[in-house]
């Protein structure tokens, strides 16, 4: 298997890109003239929306990416499939209004699908993949932290309630301790 090391290598990414393609060639004025006398064209808020959401698809490909964490990357994934949906919904704006023909519509249905299974299977596959991204730090504790070491500093009595190995005062214990003496008197 090929190791991708830049978003333009994930086949997601080229989907999106050409799906982006496909709504910048639909919504061209020159394109236009064969529906509705170009209505497609003047109506400029669906043709913001729609050019706005083919664009997030690939760039939150791309941002989650390059942000180099696990948690990010499917965070980025995930809007990038809500935004698939949105073109998708938009293209049934631009059929129902007669701005595209039935060839069209198919056509930009089939590509928001693809987009949004790639991405469905790819967030599967990072989600349960065990590498957790360029900028992921494990760091072992060494000895107590800063934290704890003031606490303790602070109320010498808690030192019994110190446990190193996870580096936390166990509270629970020093309330289950005095509860047990309340018992008593």
């Known amino acids: 298997m090929a190791t ?16 982006t393609r496909f709504i910048y060639d639909i919504t061209k004025k020159k394109d236009m003239s064969k529906y509705r006398d ?8 669906l043709v913001d929306q729609i050019r706005r959401a083919s664009v ?9 990416f390059d942000r180099g964490t696990k948690f990010e990357l499917v965070n980025y994934l995930f809007i990038a499939k809500g935004s698939a949906g949105e073109v998708r919904t938009q293209l049934y704006i631009a059929f129902d209004a007669g701005y595209i023909d039935m060839s069209t519509f198919r056509n930009g249905l089939r590509l928001t699908d ?5 991405l469905k ?3 599967n596959k990072v989600k349960t993949g065990s590498h957790a991204g360029v900028q992921y730090k ?3 504790r060494k000895g107590m932290s800063d934290t704890n070491r003031m606490i303790l500093a602070g109320s010498p009595e808690l030192r019994e309630y110190y446990n190193p190995e996870k580096d936390e005062i166990e509270f629970w ?13």
């Open 38 to 45: 170009g209505e497609f064209a003047a109506d400029r808020g």
């Open 173 to 185: 214990r020093m309330a289950k301790d005095r509860e047990k003496e309340k018992k008593k008197t």
């Open 138 to 140: 494990h760091e072992k």
């Open 56 to 64: 997030s698809v690939m760039s939150n490909i791309a941002e989650g």
């Open 4 to 19: 991708i090391k830049s978003f333009e290598d994930l086949i997601v990414w080229q989907k999106a890109r050409e799906l």
């Open 121 to 123: 299977s790819f967030i």
């Open 114 to 118: 693809e987009c949004s299974r790639l």
